[in-house]
């Protein structure tokens, strides 16, 4: 699978008001009407139980810019860092992504090892810019 160039994003969501992040690249629309997205998370992820606990999460598609920040909640980068976490509609998104996407969960499946959740896209927020892609487990930048 690592032959498949895609996206990189941070998955987040908040519990008993703490902020929590993963990276993932298993992310995908699912539907325009009503707007539904899927992500993956594993069985051994922290998120999956914090998605079914708080039942929404954001999608933050990264800019190219944002290399640090994805081997940050990738676990690649073991310091502490400061991460500045705006809100939106209730949910913490990750400051300067090119797209962030509130979701309440509308279903989930488990599929082997993972969980596939589906949300409903409740908002977005854009900007412009370029992408954050990955190819064969190595960060790629656009040509």
């Known amino acids: 699978m690592g032959r498949f160039a895609t996206g990189v994003t941070i998955i987040t969501t908040e519990v008993n008001g703490e902020v929590h992040g993963m990276t993932a690249n298993a992310f ?20 999956l139980k914090l998605i079914n606990e708080s039942g929404k999460y954001a999608v933050n598609i990264l800019s190219e810019d944002q290399q640090e920040m994805s081997m940050l909640f990738a676990g690649q980068i073991k310091e502490e860092r400061d991460v500045q976490f705006e809100t939106f509609e209730g949910l913490p998104i990750i400051k300067d992504s ?10 989930h499946h488990v599929a082997g090892d993972h969980t596939l959740f589906i949300g409903e896209v409740m908002n977005l927020k854009i900007q ?3 992408p954050l892609t990955i190819f064969e487990g190595k960060y790629k930048e656009l040509v």
């Open 28 to 47: 995908m629309s699912v539907s325009l009407e009503p707007k539904l997205v899927q992500i993956s998370v594993a069985d051994k992820a922290k998120m």
């Open 98 to 107: 090119l797209v962030s996407l509130a979701c309440k969960v509308y279903d």
């Open 128 to 130: 412009d810019g370029n």
